[in-house]
């Protein structure tokens, strides 16, 4: 009986052990907190989003971007090193509890930031690498870490000084070496050999800096030698008061050898940090220099940037007593009662323009004229019927928009213009406005400047360009602290992405063109007798899910629904850029918030509707009426030889995605918002399939539902949605549209001299 009782205590004392200990353990992950944080994020961000391997393989395509990679992951490893080592110095009484985790911490953090990007070059699509081997390699890269910080530590207690010194300066040698090296070549295979050899050297500095700088202090204090040090020193009483751990039971000689210890470094540290806080805001304030940087280093800058402030706050709360992430929150509640950070910009009308907006045609006069100024050609007696064409645009940020404006233009140009004669509508969602937008664009220049370039040259040389760094760098700078003031006195970094596509280097046409105020074309569109044809833009209504749409046309209630005609929420003399309009479709938290207009907020269209199929089908249904009723007067009118056809542009992988078992938490506590999310597509699904089904139904079994997908059967997770795409990206996604038969056909029934090839030309 008393064996069974000791070891049942034995057994609770066990439990009560590693219940402390786990106790201890989630103490240092809160106190360490922003650091893990960030390295999570990073690895989540670059190994696991398809979006995050494309911006590695976009700084991979340019030879001085490597040196910035490497510049950034340097800053960012050594930022996640040295201040979560100044936040380890103020709490003691952890280290009495873990003096081992807490001496390891900063070490292992700082380490694992190059291990992150070992993951992430080794996961990188081209260069196909088995899952057994990533494992294998992060295995052993962990395992690296402890045998060699037991080695370093034993060279550092059995070398002297001298020593020391000089194997440091052989290894800085060597860094500057792999550096120089790697950053020339940039390129994957390089990195995976040179990053594991700087990661060792990394730890191996951090190891041996303590043992040379303290006896280097000592033989200084030896000979009577303090002059390195300046008490009065604001950034000496400022390390001083960071080390200082008031409730730490250090002797006043410990805490001084510290404090002379941390002051050469400490000085090298807020040098360093004063440069990287030049090239961020130069980044976050300069377009063009953010985009010379490019987002991938860009990035890896402001983690350590974000790291150091972050790590500051817990500094100032652990120091001062305050939760100051407690008084940011609530500083955010209450800010937000009395300013708006996310405001729509609003341009001032041209004087000509003021009023346009009331002044647009509804779909009764549009279509009228449309029709009129086409009706010897659709009263041809050789020709069967007229084709009316309809496109739908996916959602799907750049890749979207690239493929989009790449299909369209390359019917515009083989066809010599005859798809847009043909062409009345164009609606899109997010990525598939933006494309819409940039061919839309390219036709409005060829109709008011006479430009006959290639419209396939003009969008993809525009939609090719960087309209992410800049985004980012408001995302990640002004954006954290805009709202913790009253003042709305800086673009939002969905504003930023409209100045990122109105400024474009390599073709500033278009970029002039998408800075362009609305009003300009609905005035062209009036000038030109409906040249262009309908453009709609669809986003949604935050507040309450209704869908909205801008729209050159003005949309009846009658007819759209409950659909907003965002351009009616404009006050007199009020006007917005395409690019505004365009972006105002494409917000899709978290890169793009939700932009207000007076007091309604939008967000991306694709919410409610991610091809726009919904306001197309509303808009046949209509036309389709007026068509009827003309019939009946007259069964012999021209209009009853119009045929409409419906283009969709999709870039969504053809497999279903697979349904699987949920965790009971997962269910209990998100059921509401997985469900939301499996909505999302699958409502833009449904509205397509009515749009079909209808078109069946007037067309008496016809097909004229037609769609170009950018991916194949069997394909998955080669495009990724962003606001930047890579050379190698781009180079997959023309070599789909080059090779895309079903484009050709499409192109030579439009060329032939009978359109009616058209109507069962897609039975596949």
């Avoid at 209504?541 to 046309?553: E, K």
């Avoid at 283009?647 to 965790?663: D, G, Q």
Wanted: charged letters at 20%.
């Amino acid at each position: 009986m008393q064996q069974s009782s000791s070891a049942w205590n034995s057994f609770l004392l066990f439990i009560k052990k590693k219940l402390q200990q786990l106790a201890i353990l989630l103490e240092l992950g809160w106190v360490f907190f922003p650091g893990i944080i960030f390295i999570l994020l990073s690895a989540i961000v670059f190994t696991q989003l398809l979006q995050g391997k494309d911006v590695i393989a976009l700084a991979l395509e340019s030879k001085y971007r490597g040196y910035f990679f490497l510049t950034g992951l340097l800053f960012w490893a050594g930022v996640t090193w040295y201040t979560s080592r100044l936040i380890a110095y103020n709490h003691d009484s952890l280290f009495h509890k873990a003096s081992n985790a807490l001496y390891h911490a900063p070490r292992l953090m700082g380490f694992l930031c190059f291990t992150v990007f070992i993951y992430a070059f080794l996961v990188l699509p081209q260069l196909h690498t088995p899952d057994w081997i990533i494992i294998i390699v992060l295995i052993t890269d962990l395992i690296t870490y402890f045998i060699f910080h037991w080695i370093f530590e034993r060279i550092k207690d059995r070398r002297e000084e001298k020593t020391l010194d000089r194997y440091r300066n052989i290894t800085v040698f060597i860094l500057v070496c792999l550096f120089l090296f790697s950053g020339f070549f940039n390129k994957a295979s390089v990195y995976l050999v040179c990053l594991p050899m700087m990661q060792l050297g990394f730890l191996f500095l951090v190891i041996i800096r303590r043992k040379i700088t303290e006896t280097a202090i000592s033989s200084k204090n030896e000979n009577g030698n303090t002059s390195e040090t300046k008490p009065g020193n604001f950034l000496y009483k400022a390390l001083n008061w960071i080390l200082t751990d008031n409730q730490g039971d250090r002797s006043v000689e410990r805490s001084q050898l510290i404090l002379k210890g941390e002051w050469k470094i400490f000085k090298w540290f807020n040098l360093a940090t004063l440069l990287a806080l030049g090239i961020y805001f130069l980044a976050i304030f300069n377009l063009p220099f953010s985009r010379f940087l490019s987002p991938f280093p860009f990035a890896l800058l402001a983690f350590g940037i974000l790291l150091g402030f972050g790590n500051l706050v817990a500094l100032f709360s652990t120091k001062l007593k305050i939760n100051f992430h407690f008084i940011f929150f609530m500083l955010v509640v209450l800010v937000g009662f009395i300013s708006e950070p996310h405001n729509v910009r609003i341009q001032k009308a041209p004087v000509d323009g003021g009023q346009v907006f009331n002044k647009r045609d509804d779909l009764h006069n549009y279509f009228n004229k449309w029709t009129a100024l086409r009706k010897e050609e659709i009263a041809d007696s050789l020709q069967e019927f007229y084709p009316v064409f309809f496109s739908l645009a996916d959602g799907g940020a750049s890749r979207s928009g690239y493929w989009t404006a790449s299909v369209l233009a390359r019917i515009e140009d083989s066809t010599h213009g005859r798809f847009s004669q043909h062409l009345f509508c164009l609606s899109g969602a997010s990525g598939g406005s933006v494309g819409n937008a940039a061919f839309y664009a390219s036709l409005y220049d060829q109709n008011t400047s006479g430009n006959v370039q290639s419209h396939l040259k003009n969008c993809q040389s525009y939609l090719s360009d960087d309209f992410l760094t800049f985004t980012m760098a408001r995302m990640l700078g002004p954006d954290f602290f805009k709202p913790l003031f009253p003042f709305d006195f800086i673009y939002d970094r969905a504003a930023a992405l409209e100045l990122s596509m109105e400024s474009v280097p390599k073709n500033s046409k278009m970029g002039n063109l998408m800075a362009t105020p609305l009003s300009r074309f609905v005035i062209n569109d009036q000038k030109q007798n409906k040249s262009l044809p309908v453009l709609c833009i669809n986003t949604t209504s935050m507040q309450d899910g209704r869908p909205g749409v801008v729209s050159t046309i003005k949309l009846d209630n009658t007819i759209f629904g409950r659909r907003l005609d965002v351009l009616d929420s404009l006050r007199p003399g009020e006007d917005v850029n395409l690019s505004s309009m365009v972006i105002l479709g494409a917000r899709f938290p978290y890169i793009s918030p939700a932009g207000r207009i007076r007091n309604n907020y939008y967000v991306d269209g694709g919410y409610f509707d991610n091809s726009g199929a919904g306001v197309i089908h509303e808009m046949i249904i209509e036309l389709q009426r007026m068509i009827n009723d003309s019939l009946q007067k007259n069964p012999g009118h021209y209009l009853g030889k119009l045929r409409f056809f419906v283009v969709h542009t999709t870039n969504s992988p053809l497999e279903e995605a697979s349904v699987k078992k949920v965790h009971p938490l997962i269910n209990d506590l998100a059921a509401p918002v997985k469900t939301l999310v499996g909505s999302y597509s699958n409502q833009t699904y449904v509205n397509n399939l009515r749009l079909f089904k209808y078109l069946l139904q007037i067309n008496k079994g016809d097909t004229t539902y037609i769609p170009f997908n950018l991916y194949q059967k069997e394909e998955k997770d080669l495009y990724p949605m962003n606001w930047v795409i890579s050379d190698s990206t781009r180079a997959k996604m023309d070599i789909r549209l080059k090779g895309y038969t079903k484009i050709d056909r499409f192109i030579d029934a439009i060329n032939s001299n009978n359109p009616g090839d058209i109507r069962h030309l897609f039975k596949d």
